[in-house]
Nanobody, 121 residues
Framework: VQLQASGGGLVQAGGSLRLSCAAS????????MAWFRQAPGKEREFVAR????????YYADAAKGRFTISGDNAKNTLYLQMNSLKAEDTAVYYC???????????????WGQGTQVTVSS
């Protein structure tokens, strides 16, 4: 399984971005999919996850109400819509696929290369 994250960039506070994660095969229905992020000088942290079979989603507190995780199974692509961005959302964002429902990065087997999101205040 290969994951390719894209869509990052520079945006002003209050703006929006949509991140994409293209998978090399029919990954979305086989795995639990998630987004993590790592800010400079900090550990990587969970952002959101989705389980395709029952379409359930779960968000970190920092993402609730502002971010939406979704995907297109036909396109093998996972998305993260980010609205009302704040300077503290600045980080490298990673998509991941795992076989266990978890917010622990150690449970995820496959990772994208990361895409930089920078929010200017």
């Amino acid at each position: 399984v290969q994951l390719q994250a894209s869509g990052g960039g520079l945006v002003q506070a209050g703006g929006s971005l949509r991140l994409s994660c293209a998978a090399s095969e029919r990954t979305l229905t086989r795995f639990f999919m998630a987004w993590f992020r790592q800010a400079p000088g900090k550990e990587r942290e969970f952002v959101a996850r989705i389980y395709w079979l029952n379409t359930s989603t779960y968000y970190a507190d920092a993402a609730k109400g502002r971010f939406t995780i979704s995907g297109d199974n036909a396109k093998n692509t996972l998305y993260l819509q980010m609205n009302s961005l704040k300077a503290e959302d600045t980080a490298v964002y990673y998509c991941a696929a795992g076989s266990v429902l978890s917010t622990d990065e150690g449970r995820y087997l496959y990772w994208g290369q990361g895409t930089q999101v920078t929010v200017s205040s």
